[in-house]
């Protein structure tokens, strides 16, 4: 089982900016190949807004919802992940869940595991 706990949430005006930030850990030892951020709003489709990964090709993949106002980041050890959301919309408002992949894809749909996320609201 994976423990993913995200933090720094809150209600920000538009144009304004925050920073998530997720660490990840397990009971037993696994492979990270992939750590991302999901975003929920009731009666939308769930979106993938970034991801990062060891590629060398493509280390850094964003939604375009989001692209050139967000920066994904993770800390040398690997094992905690960043979210920096620049120039926030009212549309960029949902629970955003941070999220690994230990090579069989995401874990949180994979295993319906969503715990609590952290609340983004963006509003004047």
């Known amino acids: 089982q994976v423990q993913l706990v995200e933090s720094g949430g809150g209600l920000v005006q538009p144009g304004g900016s925050l920073r998530l930030s997720c660490a990840a850990s397990a009971r037993s030892a696994f492979t990270i190949y992939a750590m991302g951020w999901h975003r929920r709003v009731p009666g939308k489709q769930r979106e993938l807004v970034a991801r990062i990964s060891d590629s060398s090709i493509t280390p850094t993949h964003y939604a375009d919802s989001v692209r050139g106002r967000f920066i994904i980041s993770r800390d040398n050890a690997g094992n905690t992940v960043y979210l920096q959301m620049n120039s926030l919309k009212p549309e960029d408002t949902a629970l955003y869940y941070c999220?690994?992949?230990?090579?069989?894809?995401?874990?949180?749909?994979?295993?319906?595991?969503w715990g609590q996320g952290t609340q983004v609201t963006v509003s004047s």
């Open positions: 999220d690994v992949d230990d090579g069989r894809g995401w874990y949180r749909p994979r295993n319906n595991d």
